[in-house]
Nanobody, 122 residues
Framework: QVQLVESGGGLVQPGGSLTLSCTAS????????MAWYRQPPGKQRDLVAG???????VYVDAVKGRFTVSRDNAKNTVYLQMNSLKPEDTAVYYC????????????????WGQGTQVTVSS
């Protein structure tokens, strides 16, 4: 079984910074893509940023230049450094990963964390 656990959410004032972390544990052979999604109140869950095993990154336009996604493959951990936070960044942030659980199983499985609340407010 695989588990993703996020941490680092909280309340921050506009213009402030937060760093989210997500660590995958359990039966893991390889992790392809690790990503962050967010779901504002009453809205759908959308991609914020992702990072491939190669290190290539993608960002939604709304966070380009403010957020940085990175990963530590040795720790099976993905980070999201969030700077210049705005009230519209308020959401539950979810970690997502594509994981191969065994060398004997070529399939990639999609896993989600439980989410961490980020609130940007004065």
């Amino acid at each position: 079984q695989v588990q993703l656990v996020e941490s680092g959410g909280g309340l921050v004032q506009p213009g402030g910074s937060l760093t989210l972390s997500c660590t995958a544990s359990g039966s893991i052979f390889s992790i392809k893509t690790m990503a962050w999604y967010r779901q504002p109140p009453g809205k759908q869950r959308d991609l914020v940023a992702g990072i491939m095993i190669s290190g290539r990154t993608v960002y939604v336009d709304a966070v380009k230049g403010r957020f940085t996604v990175s990963r530590d493959n040795a720790k099976n951990t993905v980070y999201l450094q969030m700077n210049s936070l705005k009230p519209e960044d308020t959401a539950v942030y979810y970690c997502n990963a594509d994981i191969q659980t065994s060398q004997d199983d070529a399939k990639w499985y999609d896993y989600w964390g439980q989410g961490t609340q980020v609130t940007v407010s004065s």
